[in-house]
């Protein structure tokens, strides 16, 4: 019963409320919101107990270790998730929610325990993979002398396409000034005209068409919102044109 309620919920995303409706209503239990909570918590400490043997499991198809590290904050001031996973089985090694990110706790609390088991396992180290945090630079430069280490490439793109996606968001500010205004002046017009005119309804989709369109938002690197806003533009403009000379829409 446990697993199958830890599957339900981390598996397929079951909420309580949800959990709780499955165990009352399908399978006639009576327990209340609390003592399904509980559950999760018993499936999450078993999950956690039989963590340690998989791993010694997993590593022990390999022949070196490459690992990902990573420390995630919701924000500043928080604690900070920090997660190594083996890159070549997939498999998350550690994860520590620390107060703090210096580099002799990163090295303590993260590669000494790391250390211990390729060691125990007969395993070499043959790189690091990381955002290039200094913290955990220094951390693998104190505990893994000699191990190579590299940048993410996600990291490296991001940072290296940064000067590209400043000026496309510049561009789309300067294309929403341009146009809000008078979108906004045109859309009175066309509220203006009388319900029976054919042409309203239609016009009053394109200006629809064109406050979506400046919502348009952008993810560094590569999808940058300016272009994806003009290019829309564009394509609205050319629709529009069309509409006139087939004699469909005035405007």
């Known amino acids: 019963m446990v697993v199958k309620i830890g599957y339900r919920r981390f598996w397929h995303h079951q909420t309580m409320d949800e959990l709780h409706d ?9 327990l209340s919101c609390r003592q399904v909570i509980n559950l999760i918590a018993d499936f999450l400490a078993m999950l956690r107990a039989a963590q340690a043997t998989r791993i010694r499991v997993e ?18 001031g928080n604690k900070c998730l920090y997660i190594v996973r083996e890159i070549q089985a997939g498999l998350t090694l550690v994860a520590e929610s620390l107060e703090e990110g210096a580099n002799g706790t990163l090295s303590q609390r993260l590669f000494e325990p790391l250390k211990v088991l390729a060691q125990e396992l007969g395993l070499s180290w043959q ?18 002398p000699g191990v ?14 940064q000067l590209t996606f400043e000026a496309d968001r510049t561009m789309k500010k300067q294309l929403k000034a341009a146009i809000r205004q008078p979108l906004y002046r045109l859309e009175k017009r066309i509220q203006a005209l ?26 560094a690197p ?14 609205l403009a050319a629709s529009l044109e069309r509409c006139q000379k087939k004699g469909l829409i005035r405007c």
């Open 22 to 30: 499955w165990l009352t209503q399908e399978l006639w239990l009576v």
């Open 59 to 76: 590593l022990g198809k390999l022949n070196y270790l490459v690992v990902g590290v990573d420390g995630m904050q919701p924000e500043k």
């Open 127 to 144: 790189g690091v993979v990381s955002d290039a945090q200094e913290s955990i630079r220094l951390a693998v430069a104190q505990s893994l």
């Open 148 to 161: 190579p280490h590299q940048a993410c490439h996600s990291h490296c793109l991001r940072d290296a396409g």
């Open 194 to 219: 009388s319900i029976e005119n054919g042409f309203r309804p239609v016009l009053l989709d394109y200006a629809q068409a064109m406050h979506s369109t400046l919502l348009e938002g952008g993810m």
């Open 222 to 235: 590569f999808e940058l919102g300016g272009v994806a806003v003009f290019e829309a533009l564009e394509a």
